[in-house]
């Protein structure tokens, strides 16, 4: 298999893996600790950190981004061609809803059950665009100062974070909000929602990528990027 | 001692410890905090993640598989022979065994105790299949990539997720499912579930092999990757 | 953009995530869990630790102390002018104040509403001490003895820590706590409580500095550490 | 300061804060979540084991046992001579006093209280054994297979977890004993029960000295591993 099909392949699984994550967690929770939905959420935000670190240290060295919007910020930065970006977004769309059905099976439910949840209104609209560019920001200026190895750590972090501080909850993500669209349990998302949270995550897209721009204008082997960096341990 | 001995004693005292978090953190959790089942299993999951973590990295230079389906693929893959593999997993079933009883022992209770916990059905057993494919990826991914150094956190935060995304709580281990045999407590499953579990468990090792032949083809390839890696395997 | 101005942006935005993680995650966790205190100390103490890891992971490179008293030690050992400090410090408070307002936006609270929660009293204020004390000797330790990139993972731990062993759930940081004081929320603390619980930090920063002083005295000299240090950076 | 007192230093304010973090943690989850004595349980040992992570990253390069059997076994093992050792020794239950007097300071409590806590029969001196054995091979083990600078994490996360899967909850440490009978709080024993707790960490000490010697009868031989190894360890 050439080097683009694992790609593909990668970004299928992972995401897969990632909304597996994300919904299956989301109806363990829901499940055990019926009375408390904040412990709910700590459930839920925890497993899908600690399953970040885990997908994007293995898959990493093939291809993690799991992410449209992190996939097109790697095509505005020219790591990527614009055919390459259009299948790995296809595979994090494909896998995001292969990762739904295999959770509802796993947990004997319908293989698809569209969600009832309406999450709407501005101040969401605003998580996700925070949501959205804080991912970016922790992303790209992890990988651009020269510290890919650490990005696992930094997303996994971030998004348990995430969980919590953005009134959203922070989905931060289009292929994993069309996923969690057709699941009727705690991290579901009513179809009518999803468009607003995407757009919000695309807009976010945009600031973070223009933030990036400012923050990290080359790659770590730029002398100014290694005299920051000396600064730290001087 | 001659190294192979090492490793057999590695893969004893390793798998001991590892059943030991799992079934001593659920006979904690359920003494401590009865009136919650979901707070129960975050404990519970929480221990076991943070455990491997520990165990991986202090035994990973000796050997640290604690799992006959991760020996067999290693023997798949032809980094080890069959003796050397028959040898790992005997030394994981008793110390699986061992690791039980220690865990009684030290809460008060009888030596070993059959559960009586059922744990059967497709939706288990499907839990049981992702699981194992799962962790497959996350181990050999990251050592065959060339990042063996992060494998423990890699399995920590694996676990520790799919103890909550999968709905068999991912046991994923023939060795650790027939050391849960033997404890009536939080973690036991019965006698009788424990054929499902372990058929379920070899139907993920097989798709696990295939997926990691086809997502990393060869060892990562850089000299240092390839020598960082040849390092840990050896 | 010149180094110093993203010195300076890095810091606002750094410190403006910092406190929306402490503030954003203190509302939804008195949202979610509201019978149980401690549980949304849980809740937040790791959301702000998670943060951490991942905000200094990506922002370390260009600037992240996001504290004043760390950037006030910073000036004290002579890694930064007098100028540059000013304008980190001065980018941390404006930085704190961004936060929670972006915060409170997101929840869809007024910008800024003052907290009636006082916190005072010598125990009080004994923690603000320790807890600056031990963030001083976490940060300059691992940085001063060549260990840079683990840095992220340090603070995070100890952060996460220290809110549960100090009485004052440890603030130790001057731009953090006057954020604070703007939130009538989990995380708010009264106006009035600020300046006591700024001298404390302060007083803190004063015996950090002597203690790392003593107890590295000067930055890792074996050539093995510098070495392993320039490899990080390479 | 010369090196050898700046390690005696080191070990004093390290154990002083690791004593803080367990009696400190434990007082703020029973007066925050007094419903559940397992969520106590999870807010000690997520503070206990984040605490230890920062502590161990950042002193380790001076010296952080902040325990006399880790002490004791480096002295078998020919890392440190006797004077070295009784002085370590010695700073260590100083300094694990020095932080139970200041957890109650800083909680408003009486300098010392002889805890009422009775801990004491053959289940929780074999789990004190089994935890000091498990804690021994973790630190020897990452140490002498030449990863020292992941021996943070492993202590964490071994810790975090034996705090559940031990049924003594894993003092396994001499001084902390000590320092955990003078507080009438969460994590105290009273101190009629010390000596059983002490005796039996010296059985895993003598027993996890074995298993090193077994496991890992030389330092990593590679040459770049012993060099890193030594010089944490000088």
């Known amino acids: 298999m050439s080097v683009p099909a694992r790609r593909v392949l990668a970004e299928f699984i992972g995401t897969a893996f990632l909304v597996m994550a994300v919904v299956g967690s989301g109806i363990m929770a829901s499940r055990l600790s019926p ?27 093939v291809s993690a ?20 970006a259009a299948a790995l977004i296809a595979a994090q769309f494909l896998g995001g809803l292969a990762g ?26 605003l998580g996700e665009v925070i949501a959205t560019i804080g991912l970016l920001l922790v992303i790209f200026g992890t990988v651009r100062s020269g510290r890919a190895e650490q990005v696992a750590f930094a997303v996994g972090g971030y998004i348990t974070a995430a969980y919590w501080f953005t009134s959203s909850t922070s989905f931060a993500n289009p292929a994993v909000t069309i996923a969690r669209t057709l699941t009727d349990t705690f991290a579901g998302i009513a179809p009518a ?26 790659l770590a082997d730029s002398p100014a990027a290694i005299a920051a960096t000396r600064k730290v341990l001087s």
Chains 1, 2, 3, 4 share one sequence.
């Not at 992190?70 to 061609?81: N, W, Y």
């Not at 509802?104 to 609209?125: C, I, K, N, P, Q």
């Open 100 to 125: 739904t059905v295999t959770a509802h099976l796993m947990f004997g439910l319908d293989a698809v059950t569209f969600s009832t949840r309406e999450r709407t209104g501005t101040g969401l609209w």
């Open 35 to 61: 009375d408390d939905v904040g412990l709910q959420l700590l459930q839920n935000s925890l497993a899908t950190g600690a399953a970040l670190v885990a997908l994007v240290v293995a898959l990493q060295p």
């Open 193 to 218: 929602s999803a468009p607003g949270f995407i757009l919000a995550q695309l807009a976010g897209g945009a600031a973070g990528y223009a933030l990036i721009r400012v923050l990290y204008p080359t």
């Open 65 to 84: 981004a799991f992410n449209p919007v992190v996939t097109l910020v790697e095509r505005a930065l020219g790591m990527i061609d614009t055919r390459t």
